[in-house]
């Protein structure tokens, strides 16, 4: 039998805004939210301030509660309150892929452990259901790859510069106006944001608890129109792809800007629009795409797991289960010792030192701009994962 929902929820910024107001127009489901916690008092809202409270206690204070939707920014704050929630006995449902990515292990424990449901759809790629499908769909697949677009904000970014021949300061600021990107934009740009995602689909891909700092990420931070240019006189586009794949008993994973052709099926993916492309043994590539960013799109998958809950739905993990009982197919070692081949835009042959430059295929010399397709090691590239780095890499 369905089970009736009494939320509650901490956080009304652009997603908790769009996951109320989806809720009130849902029919399919019983569910009242019955304070929601905000740290601002005065901030002009959209619901009478009767609605709110202003301490943690608003909602965790409460005995007529079966469930806490934590919808915050900061991920250390969170992560007491999902904390607290868990340890009352309530379902938990998120859509804080830093808080999820960050401290998977402790909280899949503590949610075995309390026998309640950890839910967090909404956390990775918007409104597109993938880790639904990954659980269900793809519980028995030998997958072989997962990669995706599931960074909106750069996505939008990339579009804009490309179709709009837009510089790329001004493309952030009106992402940000659009409430594509943060205020500051250094998560989504330079690649953490789909890093953090990226953590929560090889779970559910591959059974395989990854750290963060364990996966290279470098992003669009610092794209110029010279490389989109150089990208379209190759008939292909830049694209922030996140990527994880099996090779023989190994697993690789890494996010970076690709160069993709009018093949590949990321290369018609606009604006904050998202693409995850599963691949199995059995089922071959399948692509979902939906909208990655913004209000309507990250609360509607809010609300998917919120209606799951009231059918008494959770992750079974069946993947990491085989994993950690030990009985998988194969066990996978995570892998950072192999070559790639990239393009890499810079200013001085200085820059380039740090790298372990294996073998240069093509290289390119101007007054103004300089690049070189080489195939490099791939650990070398981690250096780059600072805000001082002016290098721009691109897989070629």
Same mark, same amino acid.
């Given at each position: !039998?369905? #089970?009736? *929902?009494?939320?509650?929820?901490?956080?009304?910024?652009?997603?908790?805004?769009?996951?109320?107001?989806?809720?009130?127009?849902?029919?399919? @489901?019983?569910?009242?939210?019955?304070? %929601?916690?905000?740290?601002?008092?005065? #901030?002009?809202?959209? %619901?009478?301030?009767?609605?709110?409270?202003?301490? #943690?206690?608003?909602? *965790?204070?409460?005995?007529?509660?079966?469930?806490?939707?934590?919808? %915050?920014?900061?991920?250390?704050?969170?992560?007491?309150?999902?904390?607290? /929630? !868990?340890?009352?006995?309530?379902?938990?449902?998120?859509?804080?892929? &830093?808080?999820?990515?960050?401290?998977?292990?402790?909280?899949? #424990?503590?949610?075995?452990?309390?026998?309640?449901?950890?839910?967090?759809?909404?956390?990775?790629?918007?409104?597109?259901?993938?880790?639904?499908?990954?659980?269900?769909?793809?519980?028995?697949?030998?997958?072989?790859?997962?990669?995706?677009?599931?960074?909106?904000?750069?996505?939008? +970014? *990339?579009?804009? !510069?490309?179709?709009?021949?837009?510089?790329?300061?001004?493309?952030?600021?009106?992402?940000?106006?659009?409430?594509?990107?943060?205020?500051?934009?250094?998560?989504?740009?330079?690649?953490?944001?789909?890093? @953090?995602? $990226?953590?929560?689909?090889?779970?559910?891909? =591959?059974? +395989?608890? $990854?750290?963060?700092?364990?996966?290279?990420?470098?992003?669009?931070?610092?794209?110029?129109?010279?490389?989109?240019?150089? /990208?379209?006189?190759?008939?292909?586009?830049?694209?922030?792809?996140?990527?994880?794949? &099996?090779?023989?008993?190994? *697993?690789?994973?890494?996010?970076?800007?690709?160069?993709?052709?009018?093949?590949?099926?990321?290369? @018609?993916?606009?604006?904050?629009?998202?693409?995850?492309?599963?691949?199995?043994? =059995?089922?071959?590539?399948?692509?979902?795409?939906?909208?990655?960013?913004?209000?309507?799109?990250?609360?509607?998958?809010?609300?998917?797991?919120?209606?799951?809950?009231?059918?008494?739905?959770?992750?079974? =993990?069946?993947? $990491?289960?085989?994993?950690?009982?030990?009985?998988?197919?194969?066990?996978?070692?995570?892998?950072?010792?192999?070559?790639?081949?990239?393009?890499?835009?810079?200013?001085?042959?200085?820059?380039?030192?740090?790298?372990?430059?294996?073998?240069?295929?093509?290289?390119?010399?101007?007054?103004?701009?300089?690049?070189?397709?080489?195939?490099?090691? @791939?650990?070398?590239?981690?250096?780059? !994962?600072?805000?001082?780095?002016?290098?721009?890499?691109?897989?070629?």
């Amino acid at each position: !039998m369905n #089970k009736h *929902l009494n939320l509650g929820l901490f956080g009304f910024g652009c997603v908790g805004q769009g996951l109320y107001d989806v809720l009130q127009q849902s029919q399919s @489901f019983t569910a009242d939210i019955k304070k %929601i916690v905000v740290k601002h008092r005065n #901030k002009p809202r959209k %619901i009478d301030i009767s609605h709110f409270a202003f301490e #943690k206690e608003g909602v *965790l204070g409460r005995d007529d509660l079966n469930v806490v939707v934590e919808l %915050i920014d900061n991920s250390e704050e969170a992560l007491a309150l999902v904390t607290e /929630a !868990m340890n009352k006995k309530w379902d938990v449902v998120t859509a804080n892929k &830093k808080l999820i990515a960050e401290n998977f292990e402790f909280l899949y #424990k503590l949610a075995q452990e309390k026998d309640v449901a950890l839910l967090y759809e909404g956390a990775v790629a918007g409104g597109i259901p993938i880790l639904r499908n990954l659980e269900e769909y793809y519980d028995n697949e030998l997958l072989s790859r997962v990669s995706g677009i599931i960074n909106g904000s750069s996505n939008y +970014i *990339l579009t804009k !510069m490309e179709k709009e021949k837009a510089e790329y300061t001004a493309v952030v600021k009106q992402a940000q106006e659009l409430g594509f990107a943060e205020i500051d934009p250094w998560l989504d740009v330079a690649g953490y944001d789909a890093k @953090f995602k $990226l953590v929560i689909l090889v779970v559910h891909a =591959f059974g +395989i608890i $990854l750290k963060p700092e364990q996966i290279l990420n470098l992003g669009i931070n610092n794209v110029t129109d010279f490389d989109i240019r150089y /990208a379209a006189e190759k008939e292909k586009r830049v694209k922030l792809i996140a990527t994880a794949f &099996k090779d023989g008993d190994k *697993l690789k994973a890494y996010v970076l800007p690709h160069l993709v052709t009018k093949e590949n099926p990321f290369y @018609f993916i606009y604006n904050e629009n998202n693409a995850v492309e599963v691949e199995g043994a =059995f089922s071959d590539k399948q692509l979902f795409t939906g909208k990655g960013a913004g209000s309507y799109p990250t609360g509607s998958a809010v609300l998917s797991d919120i209606s799951a809950l009231s059918y008494h739905y959770r992750y079974e =993990f069946k993947k $990491l289960q085989k994993n950690l009982n030990g009985n998988g197919s194969r066990k996978l070692q995570f892998d950072t010792n192999f070559d790639l081949t990239v393009y890499i835009r810079y200013n001085n042959e200085a820059e380039l030192k740090t790298l372990d430059i294996k073998e240069t295929i093509e290289q390119y010399l101007s007054p103004k701009t300089k690049y070189i397709i080489a195939r490099v090691g @791939f650990e070398s590239l981690f250096k780059l !994962m600072d805000r001082e780095n002016k290098l721009f890499v691109c897989v070629v």
